[in-house]
């Protein structure tokens, strides 16, 4: 059970986690938390100042994150476990303190001091939430992820090494859990084989619950955050939108990389590797069903969801000399030496067509390739993209898709590299008619009390 910044925030939300963990306690969970909402960020900020001869901002900044702790776990945690819990949590402000001096003094925070740096947010927040359960009658260890989430060097956003993580995890947890024990990590941090502090990568505590869950062969991950699910689109184009049921993992992929703001889908390998399912829950709505992805998908060919993604340019790159493979990479070397990812695209003799997410390189790219190519492109494009198993060998969605949205401009029909994706340009202007008409076609209301009992809606963004 990973717990999200907004899942931990305050009392109110760490008494929900408490009983959200004590209604699974026959199943022997193990509870993952993030650093209290925007704690990370504040580190981050933190080290800036610290390094850039902003001491003095960064200590205070420091000491509302300890303010902020301490008063919970005044809140939370009865007097004998408070004193304990106020040294360790003292103790470890003060090595924070002293890394702001080292990094004052460095004038700079490279990654391997950002990675110990970051890393006290879910240090804290662990601590903390164990102790609060350990209050609430709840029998919970407190783990530190460091020391059995082990990773190569890559500061700033590591990979684990699978075989040492697995047995590790499995040895300090497995103890645990069989004496009924709720294990309590926090997500996000990891360490070297030599025991150096290492992190996932922003967002990271997804992955720990995931790598957790497939270190012990969980029956479930679950992601609590504070949505009622995945939607079928962006509630904000669309107040129809709906928590979809069950997804694939592969259908969740395609949605965040066509700009759906949902889990970073890549963080739930692990777990998909194992076949585990994995759930996005609302701590706040802790009896809604939510979202469950699945490795594999399960069910006929149907739209799960539409995104769309704004600010996107269209960029043709002519070609005079015509096409050829040199050419065409050093084209797209262009593009990768100005960190400018490219969309969807397609070729012929003496055009490329591109789509690419952001216009602010195009200008700089048009001057290198200016003896090869012409580089042209137009601004305020969206890509609306419906996004399901086996949709494109559907002829019929395409051709609904299509009739509905004829008496728009509707630009370029993009080729995804899967069967997963139909999607088209509009101008952004057309944005939220063109998802709202899809959405009616494909998401039509049904009475509530047939389809979607129980489930609160949700009108705000899966995120
Ligand atoms: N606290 C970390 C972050 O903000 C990790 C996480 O919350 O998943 O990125
Ligand atoms: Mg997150």
Known sequence: MKFGGTSVEDEAAIRRLIGIVQSRGDVQPVVVVSALAGVTDQLLEAGRAASSGRLGAALASVRDIYVRHERLADSLV???AYGTLDREL????RALESLLLQLEAAGKVDLKCQDILLGFGEVFSSKLVKEALCEAG???AHVDARSCIVTDAKHGQASPVWDLTNERVQAALDPLLQSGCVPVLGGFIASTETGVATTLG?????FTAAIIGAALQASRVEIWTDVDGVMTTDPKLCSDARVIRKMSFDEAAELAHFGAKVLHPATLAPAMREDIPVYVLNSRNPEGSGTEILAHSDSAPRVRAITAKRNVAAVEVELPR???SELLSSVFAAFDQHSCPVDVMA????RVSLLVASPAALPSIAAELKEVAEVKWENHKALVCLVGEN???QSEVASRVFGAVSDMEVRVMCQGASDRTISFLVEESKVEESVQRLHR????KVEPARDWGGIQSAYCQAG
């Open 322 to 324: 015509g096409m050829d």
């Open 391 to 393: 949709i494109r060998r």
């Open 347 to 350: 070729t012929s003799q003496h």
């Open 441 to 444: 076609l494909f998401f039509p």
């Open 90 to 93: 003292r103790a470890d402000f």
């Open 202 to 206: 922003r967002g990271g505590s997804d």
């Open 138 to 140: 709840v029998k919970a």
């Open 78 to 80: 009865g007097d004998s």
